[in-house]
């Protein structure tokens, strides 16, 4: 498996989960519960940006990588 394509599945992996937050987040009831659910989709939506533009410079660098 290429550093790319770990990168990839890390992403969808994050992904789902940021979806998973964002629904635990409209269920809550609670304001808190909410802010904290909140506050972990902007920081999965950080770490998600973060690993696209590390994938964008891996596929620049090898771009036999581009796509897998």
Known sequence: MTVASQV???LATLKGSQGTI???SAQAQKEEIRAVYDK???TTSE???DLEKRLSEIEY???QYKGN
């Open 47 to 49: 770490i998600i940006y």
């Open 61 to 63: 660098r090898e771009p």
């Open 8 to 10: 990839n599945k890390v």
């Open 40 to 42: 972990a989709v902007e």
């Open 22 to 24: 964002r629904l635990y």
